[in-house]
């Protein structure tokens, strides 16, 4: 039950570190002015979204609240 409970911490903060690491590549396309930012913006949403539920996926929050 312990390992069963380090690994699901392991694995959200290994999404908490992508997510870190994803901003920071977001953070160097906003600052180029070479790329379209409308799909910057709809990418960076997309990962969000993606991160978010990955870690839906593990915390399992109360469907009813």
Known sequence: EIDAMNEIIDVMNEI???????GQLIEKLRSNRNV?????????????????????????PDLAS
């Open 36 to 60: 379209d930012h409308r799909w910057v913006s709809i990418g960076a949403t997309e990962l969000r979204q993606g991160l978010l539920a990955l870690t839906r996926a593990i915390a399992k």
């Open 16 to 22: 908490k570190s992508k997510g870190a690491e994803i």
